[in-house]
């Protein structure tokens, strides 16, 4: 239980400590001089830690305590910020206020909030001594969200025989089955939130979107120090970093944490702070969600098992019947990505349904192609590639009587220029990544 005090109310959010004993660390965030509210992260079978690698791994369990506080911290926004152990260096304080910033822009637009100005970590402490490389193991965490993306990340590192652990944070049974179906070797690290965060949100606490993949991302840096990797290898595609739409002259992007950006600089902090040999990057950064789809369309053992219907992963609240809503934008998107690669029968028998038949759906893939409407506030690609992979079955005879191919054919289509539409552009990549070496001839699996 927390103290009975609305957190809108409150002055000051507090990192009060964070710890690591037997497998569990221990994170604690208080608001004012409030009741504490302890995150618990567990590391299952976890070895000990070696004293050459116990500065590196303090390191990341500092960085964990500061980027997981965001799940509370949003509760009050309250206008100050400490951080026990006084001020930070400039780099972490430079990535902290920038991912509470961006990572947060989303849920400040859907509550009529302006951080700007607001979020500014203490910051002036000496700046740390550059990390040195540890020789850790060259193996490679890759984090399973059950979807598509991480599955094509998978199979490109199994293609170039990389060894590889299957990861993934919580306790999701459909995650839990892609990842046995992997093969690799599999990893569950429990997150345990503080209970008194519920007990906030009775009491007024905002509420809204957060950058776990951030908190996940500062997770699987711990783990790769305890455990002994070199890499972790999320699989965020480029589609990523479109901004979802932009307000008041801040763009805001539901998948901020997923970007370029953010990768970026986290992938510099951990060079910098923790191990010059530990790299953090996204295998699929070069590539738009259509030639992640096109690469997926392949891989036909996981058809039957994987899902990236968001309502399978939420923390409240019912689960579809079966894998696909066939409701929310996920589905909407995934089922219009895979269309132009996959023989109609074959993806109607994935989804159970022809979610481009039904006129009822139109408002939602509206949003995607985004006419009359933005983009989605969900891990989905750009509106110009949603609209070419509209286009290219538009251009087919099996789709073309479909209610919403169709409609697009009639109403939308005379209102676009077909020039703009090609989809080969979209299966190109770019050179813009962060992939280390040794992980570069998986590059080849898409081609």
């Known amino acids: 239980m927390t103290t009975n005090i609305n957190p809108r109310l409150t002055q000051v959010f507090r990192f009060v400590r964070c710890s690591y004993a037997d497998g569990v660390a221990e994170l604690v965030y208080a608001f004012d001089h409030g009741e504490e509210l302890i995150e618990r992260v567990t590391f299952p079978h976890a070895p000990a830690v070696p004293a050459s690698h116990q500065a590196a791994f303090d390191e990341a369990l500092k960085l964990l305590h500061l980027i997981a506080g965001v799940s509370y911290y949003k509760a009050g926004v309250p206008p100050r910020i400490e951080v026990a152990g006084g001020p930070l260096d400039d780099a972490t304080a430079n990535l902290l206020d920038a991912l509470y910033l961006h990572g947060l822009a989303e849920f400040a637009y859907r509550n009529g909030l302006d951080l700007r100005g607001r979020i500014a970590f203490p910051r002036g402490g000496a700046a740390k001594p550059e990390a040195k490389a540890l020789s850790l193991p060259h193996r490679t965490l890759v984090p399973i969200g059950g979807g598509k993306d991480s599955l094509v990340a998978v199979e490109a590192i199994k293609s170039i025989s990389g060894e590889a652990t299957a990861v993934w944070v919580g306790n999701s049974p459909l995650i839990a089955a892609c990842a046995e179906r992997t093969g690799l070797p599999t990893l569950n690290i429990e997150r345990e939130l503080a209970p008194g965060l519920f007990e906030l949100n009775r009491l007024g606490a905002w509420n809204g979107h957060i950058p776990v993949t951030a908190v996940n991302s500062a997770i699987l840096a711990v783990a790769a120090i305890l455990y002994g990797f070199d890499s972790i290898a999320f699989a965020n595609e480029r589609s990523a970093s479109a901004a979802t739409l932009e307000y008041d002259g801040q763009l805001v992007n539901h998948q901020w944490s997923k970007g370029y950006t953010f990768e970026a600089l986290l992938g510099d902090w951990l060079h910098q702070h923790v191990a010059a040999d530990l790299h953090y990057c996204s295998l699929l950064r070069p590539y738009a969600e259509l030639a992640v789809t096109r690469t997926f369309a392949k891989l036909t053992p996981y058809f039957d098992a994987f899902s990236s219907c968001n309502r399978n992963f939420k923390i409240l609240g019912p689960k579809p019947a079966d894998r696909w809503c066939g409701q929310c934008p996920k589905c909407h998107f995934v089922f219009l990505a895979l269309a132009p690669f996959l023989a109609k029968p074959r993806l109607l028998s994935i989804f159970g349904r022809n979610l481009l038949d039904d006129e009822n759906l139109a408002s939602g893939f509206d949003a995607l192609l985004e006419y009359q409407d933005h983009k989605p506030f969900e891990c ?62 998986a590059l080849a699996f898409f081609e």
Do not use: C
């Not at 009587?401 to 020039?419: G, M, N, T, W, Y």
């Not at 770019?430 to 001839?441: D, F, Y």
């Open 380 to 441: 989905v690609g750009e509106g110009a590639e949603a609209r070419a992979a509209m286009y290219a079955l538009s251009q087919r005879s099996e789709w073309q009587e479909d209610a919403l191919v169709a409609r697009f054919r009639s109403e939308i289509l005379p209102q676009l220029d077909e020039k703009e539409l090609a989809i080969e552009p979209w299966l190109q990549p770019s050179p813009e990544h962060r992939i280390p070496e040794r992980l570069q001839a």
